[in-house]
């Protein structure tokens, strides 16, 4: 959205005012979508981090949010601003996405048009580390990926703790993959 619509500021505007402050606070703005046609009107900031975003930290960013943009924001428009993460089904599709999934499983579409599930390892210098069954035994193995060969990634939903020697592989202890 290009032009003010009904009051509201742009996002290229909201994308100015907050960035700093964001990236201050160690998170990425990755999309901002204002709908107008809500009712009331509605800023959405999405933002994502290293750490990932907790609720304190959305209430935290939220705030700082409402701050700056009440500072510039002369219009009687009410609106609702809502700060919150990607969804779980956010495709990944740049490096930092996957170095942010780190110990997640994952569902990777191939260029080829295979697919492979695995739980995410390091991923450095275009190469994504992916924790795989292999072998007659199904055992662990550490497979690497390159970003350019992978056509889709989505992170999976899981509903039990991961194998602990899957996260080690992953470079995991546990504790932080269970964000």
């Given at each position: 959205?290009t032009e003010r619509s009904?009051?509201?500021?742009?996002?290229?505007?909201?994308i100015?005012?907050l960035?700093?402050?964001?990236?201050?606070?160690?998170?990425?703005?990755?999309?901002?979508?204002i709908?107008?046609s809500?009712?009331?009107?509605?800023?959405?900031?999405?933002?994502?981090?290293?750490?990932g975003?907790?609720?304190?930290?959305?209430?935290?960013?939220?705030?700082s949010?409402?701050?700056?943009?009440?500072?510039?924001?002369?219009?009687?428009?009410?609106y609702?601003?809502?700060?919150t993460?990607?969804?779980?089904?956010?495709?990944?599709?740049?490096e930092?996405?996957y170095?942010?999934?780190?110990?997640?499983?994952?569902?990777?579409?191939?260029?080829d048009?295979?697919?492979v599930?695995?739980?995410?390892?390091?991923?450095?210098?275009g190469i994504a580390?992916?924790?795989?069954?292999?072998?007659?035994?199904?055992?662990?193995a550490?497979?690497e990926?390159?970003?350019?060969?992978?056509?889709?990634?989505v992170v999976?939903v899981?509903?039990?703790?991961?194998?602990?020697?899957?996260?080690?592989?992953?470079?995991?202890?546990?504790?932080?993959?269970?964000?």
């Open positions: 959205m009904a009051g509201l500021p742009t996002q290229k505007l909201v100015e005012l960035d700093g402050e964001f990236a201050r606070a160690g998170y990425d703005i990755e999309d901002v979508v709908d107008a809500a009712r009331p009107p509605r800023i959405t900031v999405v933002a994502d981090g290293d750490k975003l907790d609720l304190d930290t959305i209430a935290q960013l939220s705030r949010a409402s701050e700056l943009l009440d500072r510039v924001d002369d219009s009687a428009t009410p609702v601003l809502e700060v993460s990607p969804g779980v089904d956010r495709p990944l599709t740049t930092k996405h170095r942010r999934a780190r110990g997640r499983k994952v569902e990777l579409t191939l260029s048009g295979s697919q599930t695995g739980r995410l390892g390091e991923t450095r210098d580390r992916l924790v795989v069954r292999e072998g007659r035994h199904a055992d662990f550490v497979r990926v390159a970003l350019e060969s992978i056509a889709n990634a999976q899981e509903f039990s703790p991961p194998n602990q020697r899957e996260l080690e592989l992953a470079g995991q202890s546990g504790r932080e993959a269970s964000r």
